[in-house]
Structures are given as C-alpha cells and as structure tokens.
C-alpha cells in the first residue's frame, strides 16, 4: 500500500532562512509524488510533482523538492523563506490505481520576523 | 473553467439534520473525492469515485452517503449530522493518469450543533 509521512507537524524559520519540508513515501509501484499547499481559509493547491520526467522538480513560489529512490524520500526546499510562504504543507502520493491520492498529516511553515 | 466548485461555502446544521454538500467539475475529470478535515488530523477520505455510477469508500465513510449519476457532480449526504461531523470538507477532482493531480474545491465549513 502507499503511504506518506511527513516528518514534523510544525516547522518555523526566520525570514530569508532555509525551508526545508520532510517528506517519506512507501510506494509498491513506482510513486507519482506531489506537494500541495494550503494558505488559511482556503483549498489545497498544487505546489508541484514528480513523474518520473527529471528528479529535481521545481514548482511555484521559488519552492522544489528533490526525489530521492534510495531514501524514499521527496523533501521540499526553498533557499530563503518570505513571510507569504506561511501555510500547511501536504506530501502525497498516487495510490497504485491512481484512482485517489493519499494524504501525509501535514506541515503548518511558520514564518519569524 | 470554474475548476471544482462546493456549495456552501458554509453550513450550520442541528444534530440529527440531514444535508447535502454539492460539489461539481467543468473539466471532465473522471475521478472525485470528499475529504474532511480536522485540526491535526490532515486529510481524511470520506468517499471517491472512478467514474459516473461507480463510489467506493475511503477511510471515514460512516455517516455519509454520494452517489455520481453525472460526470460532473459528485454530492455528499449527511444523513443524520452529529456533532463528530464538524469539520470543513474538501471536493476534489483528478483525470483518470497516474501522474494527474488532484485539483480542489475551495471547501465547506459545516459546524453540528
């Protein structure tokens, strides 16, 4: 069956720090991988995904997150944090008949001054 | 393309009320999904479906019902509301590829008094 864990349930950094997002899978079929975000009040939106097409995907608002088979891991990075990218952060992955896709618990990205 | 819409936006019901959140797709996706979800909890599958006449249960079906006679619309019943069923829930919609996205409806926040 395929499953996501996302390591941390909230994350804060500085303003212009590093954001790093953790994101482990377990897939018996290659994984389709996606991040999504969702900003207060709203729905979920896409972030970006991988398909398989390069391993290094680069998606919206400066992020990009890097798919590593041997760590069964999809990590989202962005080099310097903007008080606007404060939301939660979900990981996915397609389940084996791409019929739905299954959720991680989620990040909640604070942001300081 | 309006993309996936929920109607309401919001909705206070009694306990023992019955309802039904609509939820509709313009862009011909064969997939749908209901998610709920709660503080800490992420995104839980309540119901989806593959295709019109055709649902299946995901995590947390107890208490609700859908059906898909269309393509397009994909409703949520509560049948009898209780308190446990406050929650904001998500609609959501993905054509039939693996590597497809799940695209989403900008939610109902339902509270059960």
């Known amino acids: 069956a395929q499953s996501v864990t996302q390591l941390g349930s909230h994350v804060s950094v500085s303003e212009g720090a590093l954001v790093l997002l953790r994101c482990n899978y377990s897939s018996s079929v290659p994984p389709y991988l996606f991040w999504y975000v969702q900003y207060p009040n709203q729905g979920l939106q896409l972030l970006l995904k991988y398909t398989s097409a390069a391993t290094l995907v680069k998606g919206i608002n400066g992020f990009e997150a890097e798919f590593k088979k041997s760590e069964t891991s999809f990590h989202l990075t962005k080099p310097s944090a903007h008080m606007s990218d404060a939301a939660e952060y979900f990981c996915?992955?397609?389940?084996?008949?791409?019929?739905?896709?299954?959720f991680g618990s989620g990040t909640r990205l604070s942001i300081r001054p | 393309n309006a993309g996936v819409t929920q109607t309401p936006k919001f909705q206070v019901l009694k306990t023992g009320q019955s309802m039904t959140l609509q939820c509709a797709q313009d862009?011909?996706?064969?997939?749908m999904s209901w998610y709920r979800q709660d503080p800490g909890m992420g995104l839980r599958l309540i119901h989806y479906s593959v295709g019109a006449g055709i649902t299946d249960q995901g995590e947390v079906p107890n208490g609700y019902n859908v059906s898909r006679s269309t393509t397009e619309d994909f409703p949520l019943r509560l049948l009898s509301a209780a308190p446990s069923q406050t929650s904001v829930y998500f609609c959501?919609?993905?054509?039939?590829?693996?590597?497809?996205?799940?695209?989403f409806g900008p939610g109902t926040r339902l509270t059960v008094l």
């Open positions: 959501a919609s993905k054509g039939a590829a693996s590597y497809n996205e799940q695209f």
């Open positions: 862009m011909n996706h064969e997939y």
């Open positions: 996915a992955v397609n389940n084996s008949s791409a019929s739905k896709i299954i």
